[in-house]
């Protein structure tokens, strides 16, 4: 089984941002001055093979995180350990190197094979672990949990549709991302070292992962699929949100004979404002089969945001529109169906979403605007001269002729667009749209180019056909 320490950041309190433990052993004078051509700045923890210290990328000007392997030289002696540790070093981590790009993925920037010690050169997440919400103490907020755990789904999804099952899902592979308050604000799933590589024609281990967020048919040693990391993912809800882990036993076999034989504690008993959906959910995906779990990554992760945008758990803050609901409302428009889940989660994040109560204006006849606004829900009418000319709903767009004109002038409005349902819009200016990535703005403009051409169709044929229109 993989061991528990893995990490890339640690802080004052102990915890660590990619579940390396914090070392003790080595003094700074001790350190490398560079690994490669980055500076080495600190040590932040070790594991069982490897070190992981902090550095700085001369080229980039950023700090990353470096992971190099310790037990290089040892293995080396015998050419079998060699190639085994080589074998490992590449089957696992290292050919993902530039392959995984989610934003709820920490980042492997390079991998070097070093003779002396390989390495990983890895996005720095300055933080702490999962696990320093785990403690009954510091537990988070319900709906927040339940936030990051659709994050942390939608990204271990994303790495099932790139042959990729993680098998080590625990509060320590999962780093929370803090504001300068020290607020949770977002979370990367890290450490790949135990992932199974499904189109891979390796020899991989198979039995790895951590006892206590390991599912049965993992413990057996067997083909596991993403079932197995939907297991994982809702043993670490369960601790996150009752503060102690689905099963606790005091030796290895008595956990297993648990984890085979015993249900979980209803998550009700063990928190007050659990109810029977979120307590629900999370049992199923800890069902003792996987064929009893969810058949797949987007129907857990659509009952985790169903808990949310159902209100079926309390919400810190009634009014706000979670990063989940945003996530699902846009996809279910026509305007994002070709955008993937990366430039949909860099919308979510840039897009100023606004609800607008009925009756409201969003544009007035004869203002200057150059904003767009995507209506993701309800309805607005266009009132041309007192005189209702079309309505329009979820999926369509307003304001877009304002937006592309090229003077003042013509980016005043002609029409009154006014709330006639109760509308959830995302809106964008050029320079919110000029701070997009590239293949972001690319996939904006051909929804625009869309978008346009209906109206022009729509324009010809009422011309055309009035009577057809009408």
């Given at each position: 089984?993989?061991?528990?320490?893995?990490?890339?950041?640690?802080?004052?309190?102990?915890?660590?941002?990619?579940?390396?433990?914090?070392?003790?052993?080595?003094?700074?004078?001790?350190?490398?001055?560079?690994?490669?051509?980055?500076?080495?700045?600190?040590?932040?923890?070790?594991?069982?093979?490897?070190?992981?210290?902090?550095?700085?990328?001369?080229?980039?000007?950023?700090?990353?995180?470096?992971?190099?392997?310790?037990?290089?030289?040892?293995?080396?002696?015998?050419?079998?350990?060699?190639?085994?540790?080589?074998?490992?070093?590449?089957?696992?981590?290292?050919?993902?190197?530039?392959?995984?790009?989610?934003?709820?993925?920490?980042?492997?920037?390079?991998?070097?094979?070093?003779?002396?010690?390989?390495?990983?050169?890895?996005?720095?997440?300055?933080?702490?672990?999962?696990?320093?919400?785990?403690?009954?103490?510091?537990?988070?907020?319900?709906?927040?949990?339940?936030?990051?755990?659709?994050?942390?789904?939608?990204?271990?999804?994303?790495?099932?549709?790139?042959?990729?099952?993680?098998?080590?899902?625990?509060?320590?592979?999962?780093?929370?991302?803090?504001?300068?308050?020290?607020?949770?604000?977002?979370?990367?799933?890290?450490?790949?070292?135990?992932?199974?590589?499904?189109?891979?024609?390796?020899?991989?281990?198979?039995?790895?992962?951590?006892?206590?967020?390991?599912?049965?048919?993992?413990?057996?040693?067997?083909?596991?699929?993403?079932?197995?990391?939907?297991?994982?993912?809702?043993?670490?809800?369960?601790?996150?949100?009752?503060?102690?882990?689905?099963?606790?036993?005091?030796?290895?076999?008595?956990?297993?004979?648990?984890?085979?034989?015993?249900?979980?504690?209803?998550?009700t008993e063990l928190r007050e404002g659990v109810g029977m959906e979120l307590d629900g959910v999370i049992q199923q995906a800890l069902s003792k089969r996987p064929e009893d779990r969810f058949a797949d990554w987007p129907e857990f992760t659509k009952a985790l945001s169903d808990l949310v945008a159902k209100q079926l758990i309390p919400l810190a803050r009634f009014t706000e529109v979670k990063d989940s609901e945003?996530?699902?409302?846009?996809?279910?428009?026509?305007?994002?169906?070709?955008?993937?889940?990366?430039?949909?989660?860099?919308?979510?994040?840039?897009?100023?979403?606004?609800?607008?109560?009925?009756?409201?204006?969003?544009?007035?006849?004869?203002?200057?605007?150059?904003?767009?606004?995507?209506?993701?829900?309800?309805?607005?009418?266009?009132?041309?001269?007192?005189?209702?000319?079309?309505?329009?709903?979820?999926?369509?767009?307003?304001?877009?002729?304002?937006?592309?004109?090229?003077?003042?002038?013509?980016?005043?409005?002609?029409?009154?667009?006014?709330?006639?349902?109760?509308?959830?819009?995302?809106?964008?200016?050029?320079?919110?749209?000029?701070?997009?990535?590239?293949?972001?703005?690319?996939?904006?403009?051909?929804?625009?180019?869309?978008?346009?051409?209906?109206?022009?169709?729509a324009a010809h044929e009422q011309l055309t056909h009035p009577r057809r229109i009408l």
């Open positions: 089984m993989a061991t528990e320490p893995t990490a890339t950041s640690t802080r004052s309190d102990g915890a660590s941002s990619s579940g390396f433990e914090p070392s003790t052993s080595l003094p700074e004078a001790e350190l490398p001055p560079y690994i490669g051509k980055y500076k080495v700045t600190r040590r932040l923890g070790e594991g069982a093979t490897s070190d992981v210290f902090l550095a700085h990328d001369p080229v980039s000007g950023q700090d990353v995180a470096i992971k190099r392997v310790r037990t290089w030289r040892d293995t080396s002696r015998s050419a079998n350990g060699a190639a085994n540790m080589r074998d490992h070093f590449f089957a696992a981590e290292a050919s993902l190197a530039g392959r995984l790009l989610h934003p709820n993925v920490v980042h492997i920037l390079d991998a070097v094979f070093d003779e002396e010690a390989p390495y990983l050169v890895m996005e720095f997440v300055p933080g702490v672990t999962m696990r320093h919400f785990c403690r009954a103490d510091r537990l988070l907020p319900l709906d927040q949990i339940v936030e990051l755990g659709f994050k942390v789904g939608m990204a271990l999804d994303y790495c099932f549709r790139r042959g990729i099952v993680h098998r080590d899902v625990k509060p320590a592979n999962l780093l929370a991302v803090l504001d300068e308050y020290g607020r949770v604000v977002d979370i990367k799933l890290s450490d790949f070292g135990s992932a199974l590589h499904l189109d891979s024609e390796r020899t991989q281990v198979h039995r790895v992962g951590s006892l206590a967020y390991m599912p049965p048919e993992q413990l057996d040693g067997g083909d596991i699929d993403a079932r197995a990391d939907q297991y994982a993912l809702a043993a670490v809800l369960y601790h996150l949100i009752s503060g102690r882990a689905p099963f606790e036993a005091p030796s290895q076999i008595a956990l297993m004979n648990q984890i085979y034989h015993q249900a979980p504690k209803p998550l945003r996530f699902n409302l846009l996809r279910a428009l026509d305007f994002f169906r070709d955008f993937g889940d990366v430039e949909l989660w860099e919308v979510v994040r840039r897009a100023r979403w606004r609800r607008y109560p009925l009756g409201h204006l969003i544009f007035k006849r004869g203002h200057e605007g150059n904003s767009v606004h995507i209506i993701a829900v309800g309805k607005v009418e266009v009132v041309r001269e007192g005189k209702v000319v079309a309505t329009l709903g979820s999926g369509t767009s307003v304001g877009e002729m304002a937006y592309l004109a090229p003077n003042p002038e013509m980016r005043k409005h002609s029409t009154d667009i006014r709330v006639i349902d109760v509308c959830t819009t995302v809106s964008f200016t050029p320079a919110l749209l000029g701070s997009l990535s590239g293949e972001t703005q690319h996939r904006f403009d051909r929804a625009f180019i869309r978008v346009l051409v209906r109206r022009l169709h």
